[in-house]
């Protein structure tokens, strides 16, 4: 089982900036790629950024330039640096992660969600 733990949410307003963290602990045999999804009320789950162990990024379009995704590897852990944040990015924010639990084993696992609120 592989646990992932956010932080880093809140309430900020318009074009303010916050950072999430995610950390992944438990059998991580090999981490593939973490990432951030968002949920705002009412909407599907979507992708916001997600980066590779060796690195690549990818980006929603509604957040290039504005939010940059970063890893420690060796620590199991992801982040989110959201700048110039809009009230259009109020949302659940969930981790997410692609991990080989053995050399044969892969599986997704997603974090519990931290709210992030952008007042207008």
């Known amino acids: 089982q592989v646990q992932l733990v956010e932080s880093g949410g809140g309430l900020v307003q318009a074009g303010g900036s916050l950072r999430l963290s995610c950390a992944a602990s438990?059998?991580?045999?090999?981490?593939?790629?973490m990432g951030w999804y968002r949920q705002a009320p009412g909407k599907q789950r979507e992708l916001v950024a997600i980066?590779?162990?060796?690195?690549?990024?990818t980006y929603a379009d509604s957040v290039k330039g504005r939010f940059t995704i970063s890893r420690d590897n060796a620590k199991n852990t992801v982040y989110l640096q959201m700048n110039s944040l809009k009230p259009e990015d109020t949302a659940v924010y969930y981790c997410h992660a692609d991990v080989l639990t053995t050399p044969y084993t892969r599986a997704n696992y997603w974090g519990q969600g931290t709210q992030v609120t952008v007042s207008s």
């Open positions: 980066i590779t162990s060796g690195g690549t990024t």
């Open positions: 438990g059998s991580t045999y090999s981490i593939i790629a």
